[in-house]
């Protein structure tokens, strides 16, 4: 199992010129990258930070985030991940409630860690001085091992507060296999992601990344022009947005057919995930993109994929007219699904599965899933009922197809 960690030094032997990941007019190769993330690593561990140290990354999204990111992972620290769409409060609140020993970011970040309180007590380290000073002779410790701590992701507070969820190197590089398995990505395809986070994942998986040129706290704000210059400019093959960024950029087409936006017609997957994403949406998507297979992969921060299905897919379901809810699609490769008995008490373990199209609790089993919250133990207790499982919260039924249905919330 290749982690995420030593992805990039992997590349960088194999192909070192490729570029790794490009905004707007800067853009950085894996050779680059490579020395960037040792010699963050080195002045991280030069400044005091050890292995398992929280470090809440206050870095706006770009390039420096992404260096900064696998830096930490290289100096055997668990990076701190909030979108920073929660705005000021939700993301304050977010870093507050980590504890983090450190926090990385440019220097006004640093300043307002301690004036509002995030994490007054944590020690603040300058991302573009990591980058610019040599660190001596700082020996890097070993590649961190598949049960090391790696993450805290904060999930998006649709569904109630924000929460810390807490990943392993093992479960992130599990992940990034699943999302390369499930969409046949491959090191010729090129990717460009209007979500922050999820573009961390691009040098992991060997594509070139480009980030859009759009307000990450504002996704619906991305336009049609917008995602078709990042598309060009970059060959892109694959392109990610949030059903808010996808709506905007078919209200901002104008009614233009796929000629008019020749980068979105060069894509051959578009994939959004985050909400569901109404199907008259899609289908406009698919206009732009007439070469593109559209694609709305269910899952959740706690495990992410879980379920995948195509626009031909929402189609053709909706035809049967039958089912209650929204068809999410099959599970993927290596995911088990299980659906529970509304109500059940998960100190009780695992209940048996429902039979076909009986309404339940959708339960969860991949090695992607993730350990647990951070901080929240009776939440974790209620949501881990044992043997690997995660309770999603949602309730939906699995039919004589296989296909899973989300019927709303638990």
Not at 201 to 230: F, R, S
Not at 261 to 290: D, Y
Not at 330 to 337: F, M, S
Request: glycine share 12%.
């Amino acid at each position: 199992l290749r982690l995420i960690s030593d992805y990039v030094q992997f590349h960088a032997e194999r192909t070192p010129d490729s570029i790794a990941m490009t905004l707007e007019s800067e853009q950085i190769s894996y050779h680059e990258l490579s020395c960037k993330v040792d010699l963050i690593a080195k002045a991280l561990l030069a400044s005091g930070v050890n292995p398992g140290d929280r470090v809440a990354m206050l870095t706006p999204p770009g390039i420096d985030l992404l260096v900064a990111v696998y830096g930490v992972w290289r100096a055997g620290g668990v990076t701190v991940i909030a979108d920073r769409g929660l705005g000021l409060r939700g993301l304050g609140a977010a870093v507050a409630s980590a504890r983090p020993r450190w926090t990385v970011g440019p220097r006004r970040a640093g300043f307002a860690r301690w004036l509002l309180r995030w994490a007054p007590r944590s020690q603040h380290v300058d991302v573009k001085a990591l980058i610019a000073e040599p660190a001596g002779s700082v020996d890097l410790p070993p590649e961190p091992v598949p049960d090391a701590p790696a993450a805290v992701l904060f999930t998006s507070g649709a569904t109630g507060p924000a929460k810390g969820v807490r990943y392993r190197h093992g479960q992130l590089a599990a992940q990034r296999d699943a999302l390369a398995t499930t969409y046949d990505i491959v090191d010729t395809d090129r990717l460009v992601a209007a979500f922050a986070p999820f573009a961390l994942y691009g040098p992991a998986l060997g594509v070139p990344t480009a980030l859009t040129d759009c307000d990450v706290t504002k996704p619906g704000e991305l336009t049609a022009a917008a995602l078709d210059e990042a598309c060009r400019e970059t060959g892109a093959t694959m392109a990610f947005a949030s059903p808010a960024a996808l709506a905007n950029v078919v209200a901002t087409a104008g009614g233009a057919s796929s000629g008019a936006h020749p980068g979105l017609a060069g894509l051959r997957l578009v994939f959004s995930a985050g909400a569901p994403v109404p199907a008259e949406t899609l289908h406009a998507v698919q206009r732009l993109c007439p070469a593109a297979s559209i694609h709305t992969p269910y899952g959740m921060t706690e495990a992410l994929p879980v379920a995948d299905i195509a626009l031909a897919g929402i189609d053709a379901a909706e035809a049967e007219g039958v089912g209650r809810g929204v068809c999410v699609g099959r599970p993927v490769k290596d995911a088990d699904v299980r659906i529970a008995e509304l109500d059940f008490d998960a100190l009780d373990g695992v209940p048996d599965g429902l039979g076909v199209n009986e309404t339940g609790e959708i339960l969860v089993r991949a090695p992607w899933v993730s350990e647990g919250y951070l901080g929240r133990w009776t939440t974790e207790r209620v949501a881990r009922p044992g043997g690997g499982w995660h309770r999603s919260g949602d309730v939906g039924h699995v039919d004589a197809l296989g296909r899973l249905w989300v019927e709303g919330r638990a």
